[in-house]
């Protein structure tokens, strides 16, 4: 827990962001080659079976996400961490844009396999209600008035929102509808081929990294807030 | 227990001091069950097969845009906070809060819903079953909004705040409310069903809510 | 009945109000937090009421024999924000106070403050002084042990302040706790002064 004090957390994301950066970037380069250039077309659906790359890493992003910020908010609220709500507040919007790539590369990819741009199945919805609690939750996060009462309020509402992450997650086994059945995390284990699975993988890497990368930035500009904000009140 | 009563009545009274809140609340809500038959058109079999949820979704932006008066009163003069903290027992004395919103509100508008159906061409058989299945989810409904009301206590202009915050959290009571009486493929969702569900949503509101919004209450208060 | 405070900590957004902050309050004087405008005097007040929690710290309260207990439900506030319905008159104010408090309001305090020919006028025709003595009146007919009022006697004229002065003086005992926040010194006779703000 020593390494969420404020000073030492701006010393370690000054020495190492940059770092998760160039990883991040790297793995991408590396999957998005290999999406392109040894992985093959779906005989159904062709080349647009390759929007699963980005589409299906940007869900399990955009879940990760929200569950990092119920995680860390229950911290706050619980050991009084004040850095821990920083780190939900600056999750948040990275969780939103993932949250966007996901719903956006959907309905790129359903219009030509379903013929439509959207469908109300368990799935779809329930992705689009975490699209509004986030949304919720960074309208919240905005509400500052000088005082911290806004960074409880986030909290406790991120944590009633987290019942929408397993209803995301089990929708598709418990409703037989349009969207596809878990084909990766699974009790038994992936039904995916490798060939498939691994730049699946190393895609969903690169982004965390890059998620990292941009979430410290976002807690240093933070921190650099607080601390301005600070010396000018003291 | 002996805050209950006089706290009923004392809001009771000041309700009815500002005539306006009880009727706002029934106007808006026939004036969006009227407009909205006008914006589906002339096809009557077509308003017939999404009214109900019409319905649902006229009465849920009537409560969500009207919640805020639950505790902006009391907040502005520093009442809430004598009930936070000279009250034996907090959870007692907000739920007679939230008790009275119901009355002054919730009654009304569920007394107006046989009209909304009308208005939206509600299949008369649906009425009875779909005003039962609101009136048993309102408890969840009152307490989950209340609780946006509490989060935004200190927004100048809450009403739209609180409709986005909490209206992800009303989609299973419209899901529950109104499969059981439009065409679907899901299994078959009856209308006992889907009473039982809501029943159960609207006790465990009753159970874990207060407690909630006591928290956000004294986190906002002052 | 004593009350202690021991290292109290509390930030309002960035500033720090209280850092490390110890206190001893006891009954048998009334006890003014005095200080200028700024100090956290009405932030004190809130955090030992309950109406805010400090970030750190342990606010507890002992008997007459020195065993703790829980305020919960002894404490009476009056704040800056009076808690009095403007709707309602001065007569339905106190019903309401007499069912919510349980105890039947003394005829002689509205006699006291001369508060009777207002009995039955709106809040909202009343002057600040005159809702400041109705807010005060809430507080007797509260009958609590431990009043913790912030400055009681702003916007008072002469007469109706040296009433408040008495009635409040007659609390000082051995089961009772009275804090007020002022920004004079020697208002009461028996007095325990507690300066904020270095």
């Not at chain 1, 960074?138 to 406790?156: D, F, S």
């Not at chain 2, 209308?191 to 009753?206: E, G, H, K, V, Y």
Request: charged share 15%; hydrophobic share 50%.
């Amino acid at each position: 827990m020593k390494v969420l004090n404020p000073n030492q957390l701006l010393n370690l994301i000054n020495k190492f962001a940059i770092y998760l950066f160039v990883l991040g970037f790297l793995l991408l380069a590396l999957g998005f080659y290999y999406v392109f250039f040894v992985s093959p077309n779906d005989y159904q659906q062709g080349i647009m079976v390759k929007i699963m790359y980005i589409h299906v890493p940007s869900a399990w992003l955009s879940m990760g996400i929200y569950t990092l910020i119920t995680a860390t908010n229950l911290l706050f609220l619980i050991r009084k961490i004040p850095t821990a709500s920083i780190i939900a507040k600056a999750s948040a919007p990275l969780g939103l844009i993932f949250t966007l790539i996901v719903l956006i590369s959907g309905i790129f990819w359903g219009r030509p396999m379903w013929g439509v741009w959207w469908v109300w199945d368990a799935r779809l919805t329930s992705m689009l209600v975490l699209l509004f609690i986030y949304l919720g939750l960074i309208l919240i996060y905005r509400m500052e008035n000088g005082e911290n009462k806004y960074a409880k309020i986030a909290a406790v509402y991120s944590i009633l929102g987290f019942i929408n992450i397993p209803i995301i997650k089990f929708s598709v086994d418990w409703w037989n509808t349009l969207h596809q059945p878990a084909s990766v995390l699974r009790l038994d284990g992936p039904t995916i081929h490798t060939s498939m699975l691994y730049p699946l993988l190393i895609v969903f890497l690169g982004f965390i990294f890059l998620f990292l990368y941009y979430l410290l930035l976002s807690i240093k500009i933070e921190l650099l807030e607080n601390k301005l904000r600070n010396s000018k009140a003291n | 227990m002996n805050h209950i009563v006089p706290i009923i009545k004392r809001d009771l009274h000041i309700y009815f001091r500002n005539k306006s809140s009880i009727f706002i609340a029934i106007i808006f809500f026939l004036v969006v069950s009227s407009i909205l038959p006008i914006g589906i058109g002339p096809d009557i079999k077509v308003l017939e097969s999404i009214s109900p949820g019409l319905l649902w979704i006229a009465f849920f932006l009537s409560i969500l845009l009207n919640i805020n008066i639950v505790f902006e009163n009391d907040f502005k003069d520093g009442s809430l906070d004598l009930i936070l903290i000279e009250s034996e027992l907090p959870e007692l004395a907000i739920i007679s809060k939230i008790i009275s919103f119901w009355l002054i509100v919730v009654l009304p508008l569920v007394i107006f819903l046989p009209l909304g159906g009308i208005i939206l061409n509600l299949p008369l058989g649906n009425i009875k079953q779909i005003i039962s299945l609101i009136i048993i989810s309102s408890p969840f409904m009152i307490l989950v909004a209340s609780m946006g009301s509490a989060m935004a206590l200190r927004v100048s202009n809450p009403s739209l705040l609180i409709t986005i915050l909490i209206i992800p959290f009303y989609i299973p009571i419209l899901i529950f409310g109104t499969l059981p009486f439009i065409e679907n493929d899901i299994m078959n969702f009856s209308f006992s069903r889907s009473l039982m569900l809501l029943t159960s949503l609207s006790i465990f509101a009753i159970v874990f809510v207060p407690y909630l919004l006591i928290y956000v209450l004294k986190v906002n208060s002052d | 009945m004593e009350l202690h405070i021991q290292g109290l900590n509390f930030s309002y957004g960035e500033k720090k109000v209280f850092e490390d902050t110890n206190i001893d309050v006891s009954g048998d004087k009334i006890t003014i937090l005095f200080g200028k405008n700024g100090t956290g005097k009405s932030t004190l007040l809130k955090l030992i009421a309950g109406i805010e929690r400090c970030d750190s710290g342990n606010i507890s309260f002992s008997d007459k024999n020195g065993s703790i207990f829980s305020p919960k439900g002894m404490i009476a506030y009056l704040g800056h924000k009076l808690a009095i319905k403007e709707e309602l008159t001065v007569e339905q104010n106190i019903s309401f106070w007499g069912d919510f408090y349980q105890n039947t309001p003394d005829e002689n305090n509205f006699r006291l403050l001369e508060m009777e020919r207002l009995r039955y006028l709106n809040v909202s025709e009343l002057s600040q002084g005159q809702k400041k003595k109705l807010a005060f009146m809430r507080v007797l007919l509260s009958n609590k042990p431990i009043w913790l009022l912030d400055e009681p006697l702003s916007n008072l004229d002469i007469e109706s302040t040296e009433t408040i002065k008495k009635l409040i003086s007659e609390r000082i005992s051995k089961n009772n706790l009275v804090l007020v926040t002022s920004h004079s010194k020697s208002i009461f006779s028996k007095e325990q002064i507690i300066t904020l703000g270095n």
